[in-house]
């Protein structure tokens, strides 16, 4: 159990256009997922933290009305890019925690996201 | 100062010897411990977790956790090239809303 995915796991879209990337759990319910960036040879960078049912906590630096975070169910996060820029390029991955299991992470595949 | 420290690497070993990696930290109030293991672009993948200090095994697996030295070890017997990977050391307080990771350390197992 404690499987994770997301969609797209490769995504190429040009500057200006917004990108939508989902998060699911598949066989467990997770109020609170969490949104990370990561470049290349660099570790994970928490963006926000999605919390079903109210409005996601964004890490210092993070722009809310650029990377926006939707957590409408206890099984799906979404994050959508505004606007993006070729800056923007990274990759993407989001984490759910197990409601009741403990405080330990699974996470997703990853969504690379270039901008061009 | 950093919440948790790990040493980036790289580290390069032998196939068939034995992996030795650590993170330390500074915050008392963390409970939770895991390790993750990361290969080139794709998602972390828990591999241990381990609560409060002691000891725990896993197949070619064992994590070590000293909360009184703020020190956490995960040590891989008998490598194998398919255990290259960038591994994470994350460590939790009991609330889960501190929530930290190592830098990661990156490990060639050479054939």
């Known amino acids: 159990g404690a499987v994770v995915s997301q969609h797209p796991s490769r995504v190429i879209c040009k500057s200006g256009t917004s990108v939508k990337i989902e998060c699911r759990s598949l066989?467990?319910?997770?109020?609170?997922m969490f949104w990370y960036r990561q470049f290349p040879k660099q570790s994970l960078m928490l963006m926000a933290t999605?919390?079903?049912?109210?409005?996601?906590?964004?890490e210092q630096g993070v722009e809310k009305d650029k990377f926006l975070i939707n957590h409408a169910s206890l099984t799906l996060s979404t994050l959508t890019v505004t606007s993006a820029h070729p800056e923007d390029s990274s990759f993407y991955i989001c984490?759910?925690?197990?409601?009741?299991?403990?405080?330990?992470?699974?996470f997703g595949p990853g969504t690379r996201l270039l901008v061009l | 100062q950093k919440e948790v420290e790990q040493d980036p690497g790289p580290l390069s070993v032998p196939e068939g010897a034995i992996v030795s990696l650590n993170c330390t930290y500074s915050?008392?109030?963390?409970?939770?411990f895991m390790w993750y293991r990361q290969y080139s672009r794709k998602g972390p993948e828990l591999l241990m977790y381990?609560?409060?200090?002691g000891n725990k095994e896993d197949g070619r697996f064992t994590a070590q956790v000293d909360k009184s030295s703020k020190y956490i070890s995960l040590f891989i017997r008998d490598s194998q090239p398919s255990d290259s990977a960038t591994y994470l050391c994350?460590?939790?307080?009991?609330?889960?809303?501190?929530?930290?990771f190592g830098t990661g350390t990156s490990l060639t197992v050479i054939p």
């Open positions: 984490s759910a925690r197990r409601d009741g299991g403990g405080e330990t992470q699974y």
């Open positions: 066989d467990f319910q997770a109020t609170t």
């Open positions: 999605s919390n079903e049912g109210s409005k996601a906590t964004y």
């Open positions: 915050n008392s109030a963390f409970q939770y």
């Open positions: 381990t609560y409060s200090s």
């Open positions: 994350a460590m939790s307080d009991s609330t889960g809303n501190q929530f930290y």
